[in-house]
């Protein structure tokens, strides 16, 4: 089976503005938010904004095992992950599978 696609995540420079639009322009659900970024839900997979000095503009797999990936860091959500960049340099975040998620 494949790996899931957790969630992409954009960059903005302002998080209320982004959210607004967002959730105006396209049928998601606000599912998280603080001061630095946002996850929205959609039927196949997540939006995250984020502010750059905080987070890095990325792709994240939901992946068992994710622990081989690298050292995982956990959040505050409680999920743990780890970044690795692909030869390109671009940030993709491996995400520890997630058990009893409905998406």
């Not at 105006?24 to 959609?42: F, I, N, Q, R």
Request: aromatic share 8%; proline share 4%.
């Amino acid at each position: 089976m494949a790996d899931k696609l957790h969630h992409v995540a954009i960059n903005v420079t302002d998080l209320n503005r982004a959210i607004e639009w967002y959730m105006h322009k396209t049928d998601c659900v606000l599912e998280y938010s603080d001061d630095t970024w946002a996850l929205l839900g959609y039927e196949n997979c997540k939006l995250a904004l984020t502010i750059a000095k905080e987070h890095p503009p990325h792709v994240c797999f939901e992946v068992p095992g994710a622990d081989a990936y690298g050292k995982l860091i956990e959040h505050r959500d409680g999920t743990k992950s780890c970044y690795i960049e692909d030869p390109d340099g671009n940030s993709v975040e491996m995400l520890e599978q997630i058990e009893d998620e409905d998406n």
